[in-house]
């Protein structure tokens, strides 16, 4: 009985692990309902698509990165609402984004349902997409000339992303540098303004704008790369897509980066053009899976978790820079 009783005062007295998304809570559920109503349209087909995307969930992993810088530079309550705009605008554009990229990628499952390529058609999920980036840049109106820079320079990037992520696929002559390249434009772009808008609007220094902003390259850096790595361990019921989807549509991830520099072999099923189906994305997979390579990857990840702690642990102490912290832990913590 004592014994019993010392174990339940053990267990109450050990402190829940923080959750990052529960300290911005109520800014969060406010950007939910702001977010939904901006997805509505005249045109029905257009808010059954957005909706059908964006009411499937996601990790609300920008808002929540954006509120929390916001309020560990000591953002003042009177402009919340412009960070909660900031956070829903760049939460438009990548919602936009998932949706262009599945018509690119041909992709057929997002999130663990349909994609809206597959469900809807190409043109159908094409004009929804370009619906989510209006609709951004309508709440993007109410901030001054250089946030609204910020913001379009993010979409500008995300561009030139897509495109050199095209330009290397099924190229095995694509290097690390290369790979770097492609994901600081095509995910940490987002992260960045997220980071630096966020910071700016909430009045600090220009020397803690700018350091918002490169933590938001370092927390894109960081998510894309795990990202990747859970690309070919799956379950594809955790990842939400089939397992090896990168490497079907022929995208240098992380790990084929590594993987083509150590093996010919590897490097012979990436060539141009080959068609990595079957047994042969079987194999890929197998070499892909080399402990050299998945344990490289993690320690590129870890290097970029590193510089954002390091720059996380300048601000002011208080439970939204440790729930920061948290956040940027998570993205190495991930199941890989």
């Known amino acids: 009985m004592k014994r019993a009783k010392a174990t339940q005062l053990a267990a109450a007295s050990t402190p829940e692990p923080l959750n990052p998304a529960r300290l911005v809570e109520a ?16 045109e029905p087909i257009i808010a059954e698509i957005c909706h059908y995307l964006v009411d499937a969930g996601g990790k609300r992993l ?13 953002g003042p309550e009177a402009n919340a609402g412009a960070a909660i705009d900031a956070a829903i605008a760049l939460e438009l554009i990548h919602s936009a984004t998932l949706l262009h990229d599945d018509i690119i990628d041909r992709g057929l499952l997002r999130r663990g349902k349909p994609s809206a390529f597959a469900r809807y058609g190409f043109g159908a999920s094409l004009i929804a997409g370009d619906y989510l980036f209006c609709r951004a840049f309508e709440v993007c109106g109410r901030f001054d000339e250089h946030l609204v820079h910020t913001a379009a320079q993010a979409c500008v990037e995300l561009t030139e992303g897509e495109v050199m992520e095209s330009r290397f696929r099924h190229n095995a002559a694509a290097t690390l540098k290369d790979y770097i390249t492609v994901i600081d434009r095509k995910t940490a772009s987002l992260f960045h303004a997220g980071g630096k808008v966020a910071a700016d609007l909430a009045g600090v220094p220009p020397r803690t704008i700018d350091a918002m902003a490169k933590l938001g390259t370092a927390m894109g850096l960081a998510f894309q790369m795990v990202d990747d790595l859970l690309d070919i ?35 012979a099923l990436f060539q141009n053009g080959t ?3 079957g047994a042969v994305l079987d194999r890929a997979l197998d070499l892909l899976r080399d402990p050299e390579i998945i344990t490289e990857a993690r320690r590129l990840a870890a290097e970029q978790v590193a510089i954002a702690r390091t720059i996380v642990g300048k601000l002011e102490p208080s439970p939204y820079r440790d729930g920061l912290a948290t956040l940027i832990d998570d993205q190495v913590s991930r199941e890989v």
């Not at 800014?27 to 005249?42: G, Q, T």
């Open 27 to 42: 800014d969060l559920a406010a950007a939910e309902a702001k977010l939904s109503r901006l997805l509505d349209s005249k």
């Open 62 to 74: 920008r808002p929540t990165f954006i509120m929390l810088v916001y309020r560990a530079c000591g």
């Open 233 to 267: 361990l799956g379950p594809e019921e955790k990842i939400g897509k089939p397992v090896g989807s990168d490497l079907r549509a022929g995208i240098p991830s992380l790990p084929v980066v590594l993987g083509v520099e150590r093996s010919p072999e590897l490097r």
């Open 275 to 277: 068609v990595i189906e």
